[in-house]
């Protein structure tokens, strides 16, 4: 008999994070008894969560080893467990070639410039609505329906 949903979508996200963390270790370089004593876990438990064995570990420590990673990480569940997935920030892909403008690097820095501006209250609002607007966006794709061009209200 298979979980019920919530349990599913908990699975699939632990794993994920689990993926995103092994990947990270991948790219450095450094040995998992370096990466653990980084991480300040047991190396047992980074094995554990680079060979994807983390059915016995929580979401809220695999959260804290990326979170002392450094990966900024997003959840993001759905309507089945399917859905469910953990992505990273453009701020955590690995460094490569890039053709820079002006026009990128003032928007760069207008970005950067609004973010220092935003109170940790501000961001968490900013971060919610689009994570509401990414959710309108998918809905409406999955109804085929014609786009509203309604704006969400802020409270």
Do not use: C
């Not at 820095?109 to 919610?128: D, G, H, N, Y």
């Amino acid at each position: 008999m298979p979980p019920p949903p919530d349990i599913a979508t908990i699975h699939a996200l632990r794993a994920d994070v689990a993926l995103q963390v092994a990947r990270h270790f991948a790219r450095s370089g450094l040995s998992q008894s370096a990466a653990a004593k980084q991480l300040d876990i047991p190396q047992p438990t980074l094995s554990k969560i680079v060979n994807g064995h983390v059915t016995d570990l929580s979401i809220e420590l695999l959260l804290r080893v990326a979170v002392r990673a450094g990966l900024p990480v997003t959840l993001m569940t759905g309507r089945v467990p399917q859905e469910a997935g953990v992505f990273l920030s453009n701020a955590a892909a690995p460094p490569r070639a890039v053709l820079r403008s002006q026009l990128a690097d003032a928007a760069r820095s207008a970005l950067q410039r609004s973010q220092r501006a935003l109170s940790p209250s501000q961001r968490l609002e900013a971060f919610l609505e689009h994570n509401q607007l990414i959710g309108e966006l998918q809905k409406s794709g999955r109804a085929a329906v014609k786009p509203s061009h309604t704006r969400l209200s802020r409270s």
